[in-house]
Nanobody
Framework: QVQLVESGGGLVQAGGSLRLSCAAS????????MGWFRQAPGKEREFVAV????????YYRDSVKGRFTISKDNAQNTVYLQMNSLNAEDTAVYYC???????????????????WGKGTLVTVSS
């Protein structure tokens, strides 16, 4: 089992930045692909960014490319999402997930991913 706890959300003005953290316990994140997902009110959960098991490959949804950066610190067993130039459309609950199947993270049934955190709320005021 892997327990994931997100932190770092909050209220920020448009154009501002936030850094989300996802602290893992139970197993090493080096064994998993790690992803950030988000769900806005009334919308389906969507993929935001994924980092491969090795950390060598990262993937982003088009709307956050160039603004968000996913990274991981295996020694700290933590994954990060640096979010810059935030806008109102980024408002959502952000979730961290871990799974062996990176393909599912990128385009699949997210409900089948092995481990999820409980989320952290990001609100961007315009």
């Amino acid at each position: 089992q892997v327990q994931l706890v997100e932190s770092g959300g909050g209220l920020v003005q448009a154009g501002g930045s936030l850094r989300l953290s996802c602290a893992a316990s139970g197993r090493a994140i080096s064994s998993y692909a790690m992803g950030w997902f988000r769900q806005a009110p009334g919308k389906e959960r969507e993929f935001v960014a994924v980092i491969s098991t090795s950390g060598a490959n990262t993937y982003y949804r088009d709307s956050v490319k160039g603004r968000f950066t996913i990274s991981k610190d295996n020694a700290q067993n933590t994954v990060y999402l640096q979010m810059n130039s935030l806008n109102a459309e980024d408002t959502a609950v952000y979730y961290c997930a871990a799974d062996w199947r990176i393909a599912i993270m990128l385009k699949g049934d997210y409900s089948t991913l092995a481990f999820w955190g409980k989320g952290t709320l990001v609100t961007v005021s315009s």
